[in-house]
C-alpha cells in the first residue's frame, strides 16, 4: 500500500511540474508567483503601446513554453473602437512577438466609470 502510495504521489507530482493531468494530456494552469519572460516581454510591449491602459494580464497558457498566450487588456484607448479594431491595435503591437506564437487569445475591455 505505501509503495503504491508513492508511486501514485510521484506521478502526480511529476504531471504538476509538467504542468500536466497524468493520463489526460490536459495542461493545468501554473500556480507560480512569477511570470516567465515571454509574459514579461509582452507586458511591456503592451504597457507601452497602451500607456493609458488600467488592466493588464499576460499569461502564458502553453505550460511555460511561450507557444500560446492570453492577454487581458483595459484601455481607454479603445473607446469608440468595435472589438475587431481593439483586437487589431493589441495584434499590430505585437506583430514581431506574434511571428514565434502557436496561438493567441485577446481580451479587451474599456474601463468602467
Not at 17 to 24: D, E, F, L, M, P
Not at 61 to 79: K, Q, V
Not at 85 to 109: C, P, S, W, Y
Request: net charge positive.
Amino acid at each position: 500500500m505505501l509503495a503504491c502510495k508513492r508511486i501514485c504521489c510521484g506521478a502526480v507530482i511529476s504531471a504538476l511540474r509538467s504542468n500536466r493531468v497524468a493520463g489526460s494530456g490536459q495542461v493545468l494552469q501554473r500556480c507560480l508567483s512569477t511570470q516567465t519572460d515571454g509574459e514579461v516581454r509582452i507586458a511591456e510591449v503592451l504597457r507601452e503601446k497602451f500607456p493609458l491602459a488600467s488592466k493588464l494580464k499576460v499569461v502564458d497558457i502553453s505550460g511555460g513554453c511561450g507557444a500560446m498566450y492570453e492577454i487581458h487588456l483595459e484601455s481607454s484607448e479603445f473607446e469608440g473602437k468595435r472589438t475587431v479594431q481593439q483586437h487589431q491595435l493589441v495584434n499590430q503591437a505585437l506583430k514581431n512577438e506574434i511571428r514565434g506564437m502557436h496561438g493567441l487569445r485577446i481580451f479587451t475591455d474599456i474601463p468602467k466609470q
